[in-house]
């Protein structure tokens, strides 16, 4: 996953909105002005989230991976969300179930192989409270991006790139 690009500029801390389609429009924004998304990116992220949630309940704090279809991305990234206050996702598999979430690891990958290997990888993250929890409560974009760029094994990523 050395192709996917993850620096600080894609650790977004304080997001705030009133639901889960104002974060996925503020975190979509951001990959779209640095040229890793399509236009349409923000409206497909939405519209899937809408279909096949990606809340899930973890211990510490709930978190989300909201993505979308390969069509809608210009180059593999990952961007980070840390809610300022816990905003309700839809449950991954659930019809009506919601949970707060805090943490969003939005994926915009090129090729639907980077995007499964990318959700398995998350996995360990989110089995590990007290990283999750040192993520929700840190105020360093480096440090945020630092520690999951170990967890992914993307740490040939500069900062900047």
Do not use: W
């Not at 503020?26 to 779209?32: F, S």
């Not at 996702?89 to 980077?114: C, N, Q, R, Y």
């Not at 409560?137 to 790139?161: D, F, T, Y």
């Amino acid at each position: 996953m050395n192709h996917v690009k993850f620096d600080e500029t894609l650790v977004i801390r304080n997001v705030e909105g009133e639901n889960s389609s104002d974060i996925l429009k503020h975190m979509a924004a951001n990959l779209y002005q640095k040229g890793f998304v399509k236009e349409s990116y923000a409206d497909a992220v939405i519209a899937r989230e809408k279909k096949f949630a990606t809340g899930l309940p973890t211990k510490g704090c709930g978190v989300a991976i909201p993505h979308t279809d390969i069509e809608h991305v210009n180059q593999s990234a990952i961007s980070v969300g840390v809610l300022k206050e816990p905003v309700d996702f839809g449950i991954m598999g659930e019809e009506t179930e919601k949970t707060p979430v805090k943490l969003i690891f939005m994926l915009a990958m090129h090729d639907s192989h980077s995007q499964l290997k990318m959700l398995q990888s998350l996995m360990g993250i989110f089995q590990d409270e007290e990283i999750l929890l040192y993520l929700a409560n840190e105020e360093s974009e480096v440090k945020i991006k630092e520690e999951v760029s170990k967890r992914l094994n993307l740490n040939n990523v500069k900062g900047g790139e």
